[in-house]
């Protein structure tokens, strides 16, 4: 009994988890996890590109980048491959500098500090559309799978409360 009491509370948390998914419209993100905006370590110079393919980024969420003396620009994809400064399409250098993704594809994000991007102090971040609120020749559709998702959810509440029951 001890199992299935702590499967309906296992469940009761997902789906409270599932209701905030769908009512939480965007999040922040801190760049890199502990040292923030810096050039990566020699063994390690996918690590940007790492953090962000371990998230799932949306329309409408942030991005935060801290860093000392450095700075962080958004480039072209042609630019982000040449580590090319010249342009930017953005550009930030105050330490603290926080960008927010408002279309979905694909950002390039690089240092602007000469030699740093070649070290690997870059990132490609790809923002999904899926988010339902935004795009609009799918929103019928996405809302389907939101409420459908919770139905689903629902049933397993039940059927765990039926298996405590009995
Ligand atoms: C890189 O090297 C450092 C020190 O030599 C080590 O502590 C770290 O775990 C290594 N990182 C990776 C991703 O291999
Ligand atoms: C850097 O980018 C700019 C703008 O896109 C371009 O005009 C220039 O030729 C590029 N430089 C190099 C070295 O590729």
């Not at 630019?79 to 694909?106: A, H, L, M, V, W």
């Not at 690997?120 to 609009?136: E, P």
Request: charged share 15%.
């Amino acid at each position: 009994m001890a199992t299935s009491k702590a499967n309906l509370v296992f469940l009761v948390i997902i789906f409270i988890a599932s209701l905030k998914h769908f009512t939480v419209t965007s999040f922040k993100y801190e760049v890199g996890n502990t040292n923030g905006w810096v050039v990566p370590a020699s063994n390690d110079s996918k690590v940007y590109n790492k953090w962000a393919s371990d998230n799932r980024f949306k329309i409408g969420d942030t991005i935060y980048f801290k860093y000392q003396k450095d700075s962080v620009m958004l480039v072209t994809e042609d630019e982000y491959k040449q580590c090319n400064t010249t342009q930017p399409i953005f550009f930030g250098n105050n330490g603290n500098t926080e960008f927010s993704f408002d279309r979905s594809g694909s950002y390039y994000f690089i240092s602007g500090v000469s030699g740093h991007c070649e070290k690997g102090q870059k990132m490609i971040v790809r923002v999904l559309v899926d988010d339902g609120t935004t795009s609009s020749g799918h929103s019928g559709s996405t809302s389907k799978h939101g409420l459908s998702a919770v139905v689903f959810v629902l049933q397993l509440v039940v059927l765990s409360i039926g298996s405590l029951l009995f």
